[in-house]
């Protein structure tokens, strides 16, 4: 069963249309938690809350905060109007969508009507956390080029919960989102990975797609047990759908767990096992050395040129690309200058697309 406390609204620390980061009191103790407008209603100072404690009373990382339930203040709604596609489905909070693929949507015919993805460039990334780089990359290199972000429902499922999906859009490095599945409050709500690659394609009319899940993975420690495995899928998807897909490899040296050193197995298991068709692995030539011996190794001992073209380029910008944004990078709590090699990945391969669009 989940934990639920009650609490007060102490203050609103800020908020948009989607979301409100709150300061709540439960017990006389001052603690953080989110409200999901959508699903929930605007709450004001002084409200009482139904919050799940769930998350932090199991320290959690991400995802480690409490979340409305319900506004005893405010308790009912009124539905909005249009679509009928439901996410969350099933649950109490489920909640009503305008998909763009249903038949009421202006959008209808172009699924039946489409035909393929045209080479489309389409990265496909394990965390969350690789996304300002590439987009930082990307737009310094293709500034007039579009930009879209599809949101798996791998982790967070409101992309509200993204703050960097917030600050990418705003200063423009994103131009449009599209959330599946059961993740939702993208500006393109979809079914699933194909009808949101034809999205992006179609409709939002993409120069280069950037597919990753949102905030948080679910991780076991096992070889196949992580949330991050439908980037096999996504790949197939990608290809089978005609695009030119890349992904970008999981790589870290800070990481104090064995198996994430290096390529992580989370990458290695994807490239070695899962996907059924051939994908771009393009690597930054420019690690120390003998970090990038120990890649060269993993990729030759799990065969995976065999399977995939893998490129091995030189790219030292990622920082300027960074700072030329103002962006601030963090990945399971480590900074740039502490996991460099991470950001670094996602940059290179942004890189290599740019090339490939501005040749």
């Given at each position: 069963m989940i934990s639920k406390k009650?609490?007060?609204?102490?203050?609103?620390k800020s908020e948009n249309e989607s979301i409100q980061d709150l300061l709540v009191e439960i017990d006389g103790n001052i603690e953080r938690a989110y409200n999901y407008i959508q699903l929930t209603g605007?709450?004001?100072?002084?409200?009482?809350l139904v919050l799940n404690t769930t998350a932090v009373e199991l320290s959690l990382g991400t995802g480690g905060f409490h979340f409305v339930i319900l506004n005893i203040d405010n308790p009912e709604s009124e539905l909005s109007d249009g679509g009928h596609i439901?996410?969350?489905?099933?649950?109490?909070?489920q909640i009503k969508v305008d998909s763009v693929e249903e038949q009421d949507s202006q959008y209808h015919d172009i699924f039946n009507d489409f035909v393929c993805l045209e080479r489309l460039p389409v990265a496909v990334g394990a965390l969350h956390s690789i996304i300002p780089p590439f987009a930082a990359t990307f737009k310094k290199n293709c500034p007039e080029k579009k930009l879209v972000y599809i949101m798996t429902d791998g982790a967070a499922l409101p992309i509200a919960f993204s703050?960097?999906?917030e600050n990418l859009k705003k200063k423009g490095l994103i131009d449009a989102t599209i959330t599946y599945g059961n993740a939702f409050g993208g500006d393109y709500e979809c079914v699933?990975?194909?009808?949101?690659?034809?999205?992006a394609k179609a409709i939002c009319k993409a120069d280069c797609v950037i597919v990753a899940m949102g905030p948080g993975i679910a991780g076991t420690g096992t070889k196949y047990g992580f949330s991050g495995i439908d980037q096999g899928m996504i790949i197939d998807a990608v290809e089978k759908l005609n695009g030119e897909s890349y992904i970008i490899p999981r790589i870290s040296f800070a990481d104090l767990r064995p198996r994430h050193i290096g390529i992580s197995h989370h990458s290695i298991t994807i490239l070695s096992e899962i996907t059924s068709k051939a994908s771009n692995l393009v690597i930054n030539s420019g690690y120390d050395e003998s970090k990038l011996k120990i890649i060269k190794d993993q990729i030759l001992c799990n065969s995976i040129a065999e399977k995939h073209k893998v490129f091995f380029t030189e790219y030292e910008s990622t920082k300027d690309d960074l700072d030329k944004f103002d962006l601030k990078v963090k990945s399971m709590g480590r900074g740039f200058d502490e996991d460099k090699e991470f950001f670094i990945a996602a940059s290179?391969?942004?890189?290599?697309?740019?090339k490939k669009i501005n040749d």
């Open positions: 009650l609490g007060i609204v102490n203050k609103i605007k709450a004001k100072i002084g409200d009482n439901m996410k969350l489905r099933y649950t109490p909070m703050k960097n999906v699933n990975i194909y009808t949101a690659l034809i999205t290179t391969v942004a890189n290599e697309i740019s």
